[in-house]
């Protein structure tokens, strides 16, 4: 296994750039996703790592070294790809020792490797057929078996679950986790998923627009987003925001005011917006020294999501989303009160869009 | 309780009706189109059958009466059938072996590398199709004859493969566009350089592709007539197209010979026809990613 290093990574297309000066570190044996919407720049800066992409400027090293100029077989890395990328007219043996054969490798060691993979991932009945006489799921399965045989210095996969059915992907990330627990693996994981996202990785990388907007681990991300794009990008349902402006410790906005404790007070009024996660806003509670004062609100639509109820709430001008309990009576159309738990409100400069505090 | 019957009856029966007839018509249009095909090959083999006293009979029985091999025997026996075949063959196989490679190889080139003038490359290519094979004669004979090639098979070889070149272009850099490139992205993850994925991953895959291109190559320059009798003069060197033709006399010619001659250089075509029908059918990709 092995660090993998990205120094000031920079990707033009002729003339368009579409990453711009991006650094990142990926510790030994650590599990780092890269997380964005399409065409943020994402699966582009995992194939510069794979060696599939020019890089345009900066450096990339695996292991300590270069690997700028070196092509993909020289980087020792793996990659799992979207589509699965299976070789259609080998058998899924075949296709799992194809690496190793081009390697040379003695047909005994071959063997073996491809049958503790194939047991790892309990495909060692599949290992005669054909992809096309296999599901989607086993498809994966066998693509990452072929990535294991290589015992790379690090594994790169692609948005691997985008294609599997939401039950399949569920069992895949699960799997998908334990492999690196057992393996203990380097792992660079493309998605656009959060789910993925928050549930697999060591740290998350968001990335918008060619830019690193945040690394941190998922916890701290979800929890202290550095802008209004992760805000807004990291949670579901996501964050509610509302513009206004800080003024002497207090939020107000044309529908609410509230002081909001260890916020410094003592500075010009500020354009900002306030950012509530939709668990962290309270409806019809007692009234509590770690909730804000109370707002009033009426409820425009309510869903039961089984365990939770999503509540659509009107106050005044501005629209919230809050998740409440599943036993939560209110209707829509019912008047309500509703309190901000204190220590999970955000704030962000509304010029600069990072996080204030 | 019965469940209520829905009038879908009569528009059913109409609906089945109209498809019967549908079917009943496309079927009466392929046979036509078939018979229109085979007639002239049943008419060949009926004519190499006949006995030498009834070779221009009006009879259109595909065994004649008195049905002979005599005029079979005769083109062994009396001609260099044998020889002709040899060069046709030689020519032949050579031609398509040089006229695939390097299709495979530039099919590939316009598929998945850009650069400058590979759109108008394509263009220009499909302009070559476009224009009578006759038209290129003239030109085609007074290169192969400045670089000293008249009578010889390679100049014959050269002539047939880069006449065929640009349809075997446009056939394989169709076919290798519809393969995934993860494929060979994999395979270059795995350890292979690039020409490596091309020969270990896409050649593979696009044998239904080749086998076509091939076939093509095989036809055109098996059965060509026009640029043989140009670049060629001596007899030792003839093709059967040629060798056959000699058969047309002035005043008299040898139909029974003419027709079983006809008929024994249809064979190979056929065979490699019928050999290389399992390899025409694609999807061979399907499976080896998402779907």
């Given at each position: 296994m092995a660090s993998v290093t990205l120094h000031d990574i920079t990707k033009r297309y002729q003339d368009a750039e579409v990453l711009h000066r991006v650094s990142l570190d990926v510790a030994d044996r650590e599990f780092m996703i890269l997380v964005g919407p399409s065409g943020c720049g994402k699966s582009t800066l995992l194939r510069m790592v794979a060696g599939l992409e020019d890089i345009s400027e900066g450096e990339i090293r695996i292991g300590g070294g270069i690997v700028n100029h070196l092509p993909p077989r020289d980087r020792e890395i793996a990659m799992v790809f979207q589509d699965y990328?299976?070789?259609?007219?080998?058998t899924v043996a075949e296709n799992m020792s194809f690496g190793l054969r081009l390697r040379?490798?003695?047909?005994?060691?071959?063997?073996?490797?491809?049958?503790?993979?194939?047991?790892?991932?309990?495909?060692?009945?599949?290992?005669?057929?054909?992809?096309?006489?296999?599901?989607?799921?086993?498809?994966?399965?066998?693509?990452?078996?072929?990535?294991?045989?290589?015992?790379?210095?690090?594994?790169?996969?692609?948005?691997?679950?985008?294609?599997?059915?939401?039950?399949?992907?569920?069992?895949?990330?699960?799997?998908?986790?334990?492999?690196?627990?057992?393996?203990?693996?380097?792992?660079?994981?493309?998605?656009?998923?959060?789910?993925?996202?928050?549930?697999?990785?060591?740290?998350?990388?968001?990335i918008n627009a060619g830019r690193i907007q945040q690394v941190g681990a998922p916890a701290e991300v979800f929890s202290r987003p550095a802008n209004l794009f992760v805000?807004?990008?990291?949670?579901?349902?996501?964050?509610?925001?509302?513009?206004?402006?800080?003024?002497?410790?207090?939020?107000?906005?044309?529908?609410?005011?509230?002081?909001?404790?260890?916020?410094?007070?003592?500075?010009?009024?500020?354009?900002?917006?306030?950012?509530?996660?939709?668990?962290?806003?309270?409806?019809?509670?007692?009234?509590?020294?770690?909730?804000?004062?109370?707002?009033?609100?009426?409820i425009e639509v309510v869903e039961l999501l089984g365990y939770k109820r999503n509540l659509y709430l009107k106050a005044g001008d501005d629209r919230l989303l809050a998740t409440v309990d599943a036993s939560f009576a209110g209707r829509p159309g019912d008047a309500v009160a509703m309190r901000f738990r204190l220590s999970e409100i955000h704030l962000f400069d509304k010029e600069t869009r990072n996080r204030i505090g | 309780m019965a469940e209520p019957r829905l009038p879908v009856g009569p528009a059913l029966a109409s609906l089945r009706r109209r498809q019967l007839v549908k079917a009943g018509l496309t079927h009466a249009a392929l046979i036509a189109a078939c018979l229109v095909c085979v007639y002239p090959l049943l008419r060949m083999i009926a004519?190499?059958?006949?006995?030498?006293?009834?070779?221009?009979?009006?009879?259109?029985?595909?065994?004649?009466?008195?049905?002979?091999?005599?005029?079979?025997?005769?083109?062994?026996?009396?001609?260099?059938?044998?020889?002709?075949?040899?060069?046709?063959?030689?020519?032949?196989?050579?031609?398509?072996?040089?006229?695939?490679?390097?299709?495979?190889?530039?099919?590939?080139?316009?598929?998945?590398?850009?650069?400058?003038?590979?759109?108008?490359?394509?263009?220009?290519?499909?302009?070559?199709?476009?224009?009578?094979?006759?038209?290129?004669?003239?030109?085609?004979?007074?290169?192969?004859?400045?670089?000293?090639?008249?009578?010889?098979?390679?100049?014959?070889?050269?002539?047939?493969?880069?006449?065929?070149?640009?349809?075997?272009?446009?056939?394989?850099?169709?076919?290798?566009?519809?393969?995934?490139?993860?494929?060979?992205?994999?395979?270059?993850v795995d350890g292979t350089t690039r020409f490596g994925a091309f020969y270990r991953i896409v050649l593979p895959l696009s044998t239904p592709a080749l086998s076509i291109a091939f076939l093509f190559n095989f036809t055109q320059a098996w059965n060509e007539y026009?640029?043989?009798?140009?670049?060629?003069?001596?007899?030792?060197?003839?093709?059967?197209?040629?060798?056959?033709?000699?058969?047309?006399?002035?005043?008299?010619?040898?139909?029974?010979?003419?027709?079983?001659?006809?008929?024994?250089?249809?064979?190979?075509?056929?065979?490699?026809?019928?050999?290389?029908?399992?390899?025409?059918?694609?999807?061979?990709?399907?499976?080896?990613?998402?779907g």
């Open positions: 990328a299976l070789y259609p007219h080998m040379g490798l003695p047909k005994a060691e071959i063997d073996e490797r491809v049958a503790e993979a194939a047991g790892i991932l309990q495909i060692r009945d599949l290992l005669r057929r054909t992809p096309r006489q296999i599901s989607g799921g086993q498809r994966q399965r066998v693509a990452i078996g072929r990535a294991i045989v290589r015992k790379p210095k690090a594994f790169l996969f692609d948005e691997p679950l985008s294609n599997l059915d939401a039950k399949l992907r569920e069992e895949m990330r699960v799997e998908i986790a334990r492999l690196h627990q057992r393996l203990g693996t380097t792992i660079i994981y493309v998605t656009h998923d959060q789910v993925e996202a928050m549930t697999l990785g060591s740290r998350i990388a968001v805000a807004g990008f990291i949670g579901s349902p996501t964050m509610n925001f509302i513009a206004g402006v800080l003024d002497r410790a207090a939020f107000k906005s044309e529908s609410m005011s509230m002081a909001i404790p260890g916020v410094p007070g003592d500075g010009a009024p500020l354009r900002v917006v306030l950012g509530i996660r939709p668990e962290s806003v309270c409806v019809d509670q007692a009234p509590s020294p770690l909730l804000s004062e109370p707002l009033p609100a009426a | 004519v190499s059958l006949r006995p030498g006293d009834r070779l221009i009979s009006t009879d259109l029985a595909l065994i004649p009466a008195g049905a002979t091999l005599a005029s079979y025997a005769r083109v062994f026996a009396e001609t260099n059938f044998l020889l002709w075949l040899w060069n046709s063959l030689v020519i032949t196989a050579v031609t398509s072996l040089i006229g695939v490679s390097l299709a495979a190889t530039a099919g590939y080139a316009f598929s998945r590398f850009r650069f400058p003038g590979d759109r108008l490359g394509l263009t220009l290519l499909l302009g070559t199709q476009m224009i009578p094979a006759g038209m290129l004669l003239l030109p085609l004979f007074l290169m192969i004859m400045r670089l000293g090639l008249i009578n010889t098979y390679l100049g014959m070889v050269i002539a047939y493969s880069v006449s065929s070149l640009p349809f075997s272009i446009w056939i394989l850099k169709g076919y290798y566009d519809t393969i995934p490139r993860s494929l060979e992205e994999a395979a270059l026009l640029v043989a009798r140009v670049v060629l003069c001596d007899a030792q060197k003839y093709t059967w197209t040629l060798g056959l033709f000699e058969l047309q006399g002035q005043f008299i010619t040898q139909w029974g010979m003419f027709a079983a001659g006809s008929f024994l250089v249809t064979v190979p075509v056929l065979l490699i026809f019928l050999h290389s029908s399992k390899w025409l059918i694609s999807g061979l990709t399907l499976g080896g990613v998402k």
